[in-house]
């Protein structure tokens, strides 16, 4: 870790240190955060209420509430008399005449919303008289003081002697009209309006009239209140029953100021006409319907429980369902207040509730937002520092000297003196150092590092790695080829790499060369990501950049990010070493519930016809081992609670492999680091899970078998050999025999003697050899026998044999002494002998086999009757890229494998006599 990383690496840490200490002291004081959230929305949006903020909101909403009507009824309190203007400075022709007929038909009320000028004293004595009928007064602005004042009666009438009310404009707001007055103040008095002096003649005392403004009630539109033309009045072609016990409004259109008014149903029936406007603020008062607000009480009480249950549901509901609750209770409210304006004449505080509901939302997941932000900021850096302590590999792309890792992995792989690696100046066509190894630039024979001159240019052209014919580096005391490689990598030179190797290391030119040229293209590759890499992040990193991308500032996930990416890598490598490990494996946690499965696993579930992810533990231990459910839980009660490994062989059924059952305990050792988690997740057990592996024992078995194979056949000569020494000592105790005679066969016995002591030993020896060692080391060798893996090959290849139809000549003794070689590896380079000696046969050729058994070795002779080949092209048949069949390339480590069992393997050919095949093996007894 260079001291950049170490700075980074402290910085983290002092900021997580830092921030944890905030967020304890922020927990602290937001202990009560609901409640001071609570009162603070509730006591802002009650003020604002009551200084009428809201108003103009509320009343847009009730303006569209009001056109939306399911059901039009017409009234039954008023009935209205439209009359032309034309009509206003007529006599008793025709205002005596319409009132003598409506008071005819048992009227309730006559309301004029004007007083006729050119009438006869009968036509006010008969209004007077009735007392059903009531006068509006007009009123105009008065110059002098700004109020209003009344317009003078007519001469011939005293204001004592007529009912009346001040006829007023009503009152807008926004533009909209649907405010009426219940009394006015004109001439410094306040007088009744038509509509409350109407309205109080009808209810009487009794009822509690509004006296200043009231909301006109335009429920059912202009259909509710019923209309008749004066001239059906006159003509007195009137039904009883629509006038009888009603008020009659008797008007005409267009004395006022305004003469039509928009109001919150114009949408729907178009602009009211002033008469229209008077009928429906009196059928308001008629019929007590004039829309109330709630009282204040019940209003801070509607906002309090909107809001504490915003409160509540905000911080259950996850964000996308609590916006979609939200806006369906926003719905009801108004669906709530649609049903209380229509049927109770009430009006909601449609915003106050509307703002107690979002600005709650708003807040609550603000702050939520917040928390978690704080919060996850904390656990970003503390998991980054904690991810940090751990020991990772530091990644290509970061370390700060990658050749020095390229050279370590060339060096592991191949067997190379000197390295030298050189990279392009930027912008020139000189080259320099940039690591090297047993050697330096200055080991260059050619001065000038021009990479447009040769041998640079050449190895471009080509483009692969290129075998000098001049000296390059100074020669040194052994034998070297020198090779150059162009690093190249989308038409783009990084650099060249330089490298010699000696004669004597190179085993194979062509596999040589292979795989120097994918070191190349893949060092090629990697380095050229890298520095795309290095310029992704100088941009990431310049901080105007970000600035200008609203990215500037501290951002902790980004610390995490190369953290998690890290550990995501190492989980896979893990998960890919744990799908590739030899054994049959599958993790259980303690519930029998299964979390991986890997592939070995997997291939012997198909074989066993088992799904792993569908059965419990129990079920898999019962599948596997033939046993019943009771011996298997006993073994799980072993494993978990006395938390030890359990170990069983078994044999599944449809496999010919042979298996041991390790049941192992993932113990927990590291509890601190679950100190911090919630209960919930907490790790109440001793242990993580339970991880069953089917190690595969068959090769095992085997050498076990090689083992007793040995035993027996030291046996067998021990006997021999004991046998040959009782018959000595019988001779011997022959008193006929002469001493001279004797001392040859007590030499016998002692040569006897020795040998067994021998046979001892070598046999103690090889009994010595741990197992383990010659499962994992395929080079290790064994006295075996040599005659099975001789007819295993026969046997691998007798298709092969009968369709080129060759004739096997075989030449073995009955019983072979055993050999030192590997089981496995013996019959494999017996088998590709065999192949190789089919293919240069051709059609009904002969193979002979032909074993001896020699003191010290015994001797495979393996030859056919084919063309042959001279000697010279032999080695180039073997070492060429014709031999497709990837068991005859296996031959170039045959030689290897036979030198490592201390035997000889020799392939010769002549032209004419075929080809020939020797192997050479120790013997063993």
């Known amino acids: 870790m260079n001291f950049g990383e170490i700075l980074d690496h402290l910085y983290c840490r002092l900021l997580f240190l830092y921030m944890t200490q905030m967020t304890q002291l922020k927990d602290r004081s937001r202990k009560f955060s609901a409640i001071v959230i609570g009162i603070s929305l509730v006591l802002i949006i009650c003020l604002a209420s009551f200084i009428g903020a809201f108003q103009s909101l509320n009343g847009m909403i009730y303006d569209g509430l009001m056109g939306v009507n399911i059901k039009n009824s017409s009234s039954e309190q008023i009935m209205i008399v439209e ?10 022709e025709v205002w005596l005449t319409a009132l003598q007929h409506i008071l005819s038909y048992g009227v309730r009320q006559v309301v004029f919303t004007f007083v006729p000028e050119q009438v006869s004293d009968e036509f006010y004595q008969l209004a007077k008289d009735s007392k059903k009928v009531i006068f509006g007064r007009q009123v105009i602005n008065n110059a002098d003081d700004g109020g209003l ?75 509710r209140l019923p209309k008749l033309n004066i001239h059906r009045v006159l003509s007195n072609g009137l039904i009883e029953e629509l006038l009888k016990g009603r008020t009659v409004l008797v008007g005409i259109n267009d004395l006022e100021t305004i003469a039509e008014f928009y109001t919150p149903i114009s949408d729907k029936d178009g602009l009211i006409s002033d008469l229209m406007m008077h009928g429906f603020a009196l059928d308001t008062l008629l019929s007590e319907r004039q829309i109330e607000s709630f009282p204040q009480s019940l209003v801070v009480l509607f906002i309090f429980l909107v809001t504490v249950g915003s409160l509540f549901f905000s911080q259950w509901l996850a964000l996308q369902l609590s916006v979609i609750a939200s806006l369906v209770v926003s719905l009801i409210y108004l669906f709530l207040g649609w049903l209380a304006l229509h049927f109770f004449s009430l009006l909601l505080p449609y915003i106050e509730l509307f703002l ?71 912008d020139d066509h000189r080259l320099h150092e940039i690591k090297a190894l047993h050697c330096s630039i200055d080991d260059i024979v050619e001065m000038r590092r021009d990479y447009e001159r040769t041998p640079y240019s050449t190895a471009i052209s080509e483009n692969k790695v ?111 070493v744990f799908d590739n490990m030899s054994t049959c494996s599958i993790l ?54 006395d938390e030890e490994v359990t170990a069983i062989p078994i044999k599944p059924r449809m496999s010919k492999q042979s298996y041991m059952l390790f049941i192992r305990p993932l113990k927990t050792h590291e509890q601190e680091q679950y100190e911090e988690q919630i209960i919930d997740e907490a790790n109440v057990f001793a242990m993580r899970g339970v991880l069953c592996e089917l190690a595969d024992i068959s090769e095992l078995k085997q050498l076990w078998g090689l083992k007793e194979q040995m035993l027996e056949r030291f046996g067998f000569q021990l006997r021999n050999q004991m046998a040959s020494m009782f018959l000595a000592l019988s001779m011997l105790q022959d008193e006929t025999l002469l001493s001279e005679d004797k001392q040859p066969m007590m030499d016998d016995i002692q040569n006897k003697i020795n040998e067994t002591l021998d046979t001892l030993k070598l046999a103690n020896e090889q009994n010595s050899i741990e197992v383990e060692y010659l499962t994992h080391n395929k080079l290790a ?35 072979l002494c055993l050999v030192f070689a590997g089981p496995y590896e013996l019959g494999l380079i017996l088998r590709l002998a065999l192949t190789v000696l089919l293919e240069e046969s051709g059609q009904k050729g002969n193979i002979w086999l032909e074993i001896e058994a020699k003191e010290a070795a015994v001797y495979y002779r393996l030859y056919n009757d084919g063309a042959g080949m001279p000697q010279e092209n032999l080695e180039k048949f073997f070492d060429s890229e014709s031999l497709s069949s990837e068991e005859i390339t296996k031959l170039h480590n045959a030689k290897e494998c036979v030198q490592q069992w201390g035997g000889l393997l020799t392939i010769s050919s002549e032209v004419g006599k075929g080809l020939r095949v020797e192997l050479k093996l120790r013997r063993f007894l």
């Open 588 to 641: 259980y946690d303690l519930f029998g519930n299964v979390l991986l499965v890997n592939n070995n696993m997997t291939k012997l579930a198909q074989i066993l016809d088992i799904r792993p992810y569908s059965i419990t533990m129990l079920d898999f231990i019962v599948a596997v081992t033939d046993y019943d459910a009771n011996k298997a839980r006993k073994l799980l009660q072993h494993t978990i609670f």
């Open 83 to 92: 009359a032309d203007n034309s009509l206003l400075h007529k006599g008793d």
């Open 149 to 223: 004042k009344l317009i003078p009666l007519p001469q011939n009438i005293s204001a004592t002697d007529l009912v009346f009310g001040v006829v007023k404009s009503s009152g807008h707001e926004k533009g909209v009209f649907k405010y009426q007055f219940g009394q006015i103040e004109a001439e410094n008095k306040v007088f009744p309006s038509l509509e409350y002096a109407a309205a109080q003649q009808v209810l009487g005392e009794s009822v509690q009239l509004p006296a200043g403004q009231y909301l006109i009630n335009f429920i059912g539109g202009t259909a």
């Open 781 to 815: 060798c064994y006295p075996i026998d040599g005659l099975k893996p001789l007819d295993d090959a026969l046997s691998f290849l007798q298709e092969q044999i009968a369709t080129l139809a060759i004739t096997v000549h075989k030449h073995v003794p009955m019983l």
């Open 466 to 576: 290129l075998l000098l014919d001049r000296p390059y580096l100074n020669k040194v005391d052994v034998e070297e080829l020198q090779y150059l490689a162009p690093l190249i990598f989308a038409g783009e030179v990084l650099g060249f790499w330089a490298f010699t190797i000696e004669s004597d290391n190179m085993r194979s030119k062509i596999k040589f060369d292979t795989l120097t040229y994918d070191f190349m293209q893949q060092i090629s590759e990697i380095l050229y990501y890298r520095q795309e890499w290095q310029r992704q992040m100088q941009i990431e990193q310049n901080r105007l950049w970000s600035y200008l991308r609203i990215e500037g500032g501290e951002a902790p996930y980004r610390a995490l990010n190369k953290s998690v990416l890290l550990m995501e890598k190492r989980i896979s490598i893990l998960r890919e």
């Open 356 to 426: 107690a509901q979002w600005l709650t939302f708003i807040i609550v997941w603000r702050f939520k937002i917040i928390t978690e932000q704080r919060a996850l900021d904390g656990m970003l850096l503390g998991l980054s520092v904690k991810l940090q302590e751990r020991v990772f590999p530091i990644s290509f792309y970061r370390t700060e000297d990658p050749w020095t890792q390229l050279i370590t992995m060339i060096n592991q792989t191949l067997n190379l003196n000197r390295i030298l690696f050189l990279e392009r100046v930027e």
